[in-house]
C-alpha cells in the first residue's frame, strides 16, 4: 500500500486573525498554507481589521473573510456553524492576550470566541503580543487554562519587538508555522496508514443502495436506500489499503476514488455479480444493500394496462444475498447490516447468526436524525461469538467517521486471535 504523504489536500485551515501587529504576517501564512495545499478561510476579530484589511486575506486565500457573527449577509453565505464543522484546524494567528482570555473564560460574544466554542476540530493558537504582556500572570494562567482545554500553544520567539522592547512575544514566521501545521497533517495521516493499512491486499465487496424489482417494462418495487452508507465504506475501505468492488443498485452518487463500480438493477441481478466476485476472490464481502424482500413473480411483457379498480400481484421472495455467501465454502469475511425500528440489539444479533455472519452494524431507523437518506448514523457492532468480542457502540457520527469506524472493527476482528485466515 502506498499512501502520498508529501501533498495535502481536502483539509480545511480557518485562520483567525487577532488584533496585534503580527497580523501582517498572517498574509504571508495565507500564502504559505495554500502553497502547502490547505484550503483557507480566514476570520478576522475587528481589532485585527484595524492592522490590516479583509480585502488582503480575501485575495490571499480565495475566499470571503468572516468578521461578523450575527450579520444576515454573511451568514447566508457560510454560517458560523457552518465554518466551525467545515475547519479541520482552526489556527488562530496572532493570538492576542484578549482572545486567550475569552476562549479560556468561555465567551462568546463574537464570531472568532463563538466559533471556537462550536468546533469540533482541534485549535492551534500562536500568541503574539509585547513581552510584559505575555509574562503578565493573568496571560500565564489563562494559557495553562487552554492548554487544559486541549488547546495547543505554538510558543512565541524571542527577540526585538514592534514596540521596541527585547523578549518573548513574537509570532514565529510564517514558513515555520506552515511547516508545523503540514507536520501535524502529515503524522495524523501516517497514522491512520500505520492503523488501517492491514486492509492492504484484501479484496473488499460491497453491496449497496436499493435493488430495483421489474413489474412491467415501465414500473418497479423499490425503497428509499440512497447508497450513503455503502459509498462511504468503499472509501473508507480504499483508504484503508483494499481493492474494492461496489455492487450498487440504482443511487445517483459518484463513484468514490479508486473504487470498482458495478452497476445492477434487481436482487437477482445483484446475487449473480456478488456470486462472481467469490470467483474473483474476495475477502470481505459487506453487505449494506436494502435488497427488496419481494420480487414480483412474473414481469409483465408489455406495460399492464389500467382496468379494473383492483389489481393482484403475486410477489415470491427473492434471494437472501448475503446468508447465500455466507453459505458458500470459501466464503469471506462476512459483514452485515441491519435496520430495525424496536428491539434493534436483539434482532441484530439474531441475525448474526441467521444469517452466518463474522460481524453485524445495526442502526435504529425509527430514529429520524440518522439513518436512510441521512448524513449521520449511530450504531452498534456485534461480532460472531466465537470472536469473544465486545459489542461496539459507535455514536452519532457522519457516515465517513462511522465508515472508518466500521473498518477499524473489521481490522480488529480480523487480527483477532479466532478470525479465520484470509
Ligand atoms: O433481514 P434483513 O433483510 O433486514 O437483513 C439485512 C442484511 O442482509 C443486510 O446486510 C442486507 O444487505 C442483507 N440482505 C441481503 N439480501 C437480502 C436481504 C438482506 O444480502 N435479500
Redesign the pocket.
Known sequence: MSFNLSVISNKNIVLAVTGGIAAYKSAILVRRLKDAGFNVRVVMTQGAQAFITPLTFQALSGNPVHTELLNPEAEAGMGHIELARWADLLLVAPASCDILAKFAAGLADDLLSTLYLATPCPVWVVPAMNQQMWAAKATQRNLNTLVEDGVHVIMPDAGSQACGDVGLGRMPEPEDLAVQVTQYFHQAQRAIAEKFGLLADKHVVI?AGPTREAMDPVRYISNHSTGKMGFALAAACYAAGAKVTLIAGPVSLDTPNGVHRINVSS?IKMLESSMQMLDDGCDIFI???A?A?YRVAEVAEHKIKKSGDELNVTLIK?????ATIAQQQKRPFMV???AETRNVEQYAAG?LVA?KLDMIACNDVSRSDIGFASDENAMTVFFAERYHMEKRDLDKASKQEIAQQLVDAIHDALNHALAPTL
Open positions: 453491496t436482487a453487505a449494506t444493500a435488497v424482500d427473492n434471494p437472501d444475498i448475503v452485515g447490516f441491519a441475525k444469517k
